[in-house]
């Protein structure tokens, strides 16, 4: 049974920072890609960032794209999402999320197991 379990999350002033954690198991983490979505009260679930089996290939949104980081640790079975420059409209819940394909992409579709999520709120 696949598990994702996220942490990390927490309070920060505008301009702070935090590094987000996945961990994983039951499933050989490096044959998947792997993503990070978040969402907002009141919001859809939108995507973050993607990336590959390998790590090598990385897809950002538009809204996070220079100020957060996404790498993984095929090792200790681990995405991380860096997040830098926080703004108050980075404020959601944060999930992991583990995809049916080696290459990482925005769709939610393509994510079969999900994490309980961590809570990232900025203030302003």
């Known amino acids: 049974q696949v598990q994702l379990v996220e942490s990390g999350g927490g309070l920060v002033q505008a301009g702070g920072s935090l590094r987000l954690s996945c961990a994983a198991s039951?499933?050989?983490?490096?044959?998947?890609?792997m993503g990070w979505f978040r969402q907002a009260p009141g919001k859809e679930r939108e995507f973050v960032a993607a990336?590959?089996?390998?790590?090598?290939?990385?897809v950002y949104a538009d809204s996070v794209k220079g100020r957060f980081t996404i790498s993984r640790d095929n090792v200790k079975n681990t995405v991380y999402l860096q997040t830098n420059r926080l703004k108050p409209e980075d404020t959601a819940v944060y999930y992991c999320?583990?995809?049916?394909?080696?290459?990482?992409?925005?769709?939610?579709?393509?994510?079969?197991?999900w994490g309980q999520g961590t809570q990232v709120t900025v203030s302003s």
């Open positions: 999320a583990t995809s049916t394909e080696y290459y990482g992409t925005r769709s939610y579709a393509a994510y079969d197991f």
């Open positions: 039951g499933r050989i983490f490096s044959n998947y890609a």
């Open positions: 990336i590959s089996g390998s790590g090598r290939s990385i």
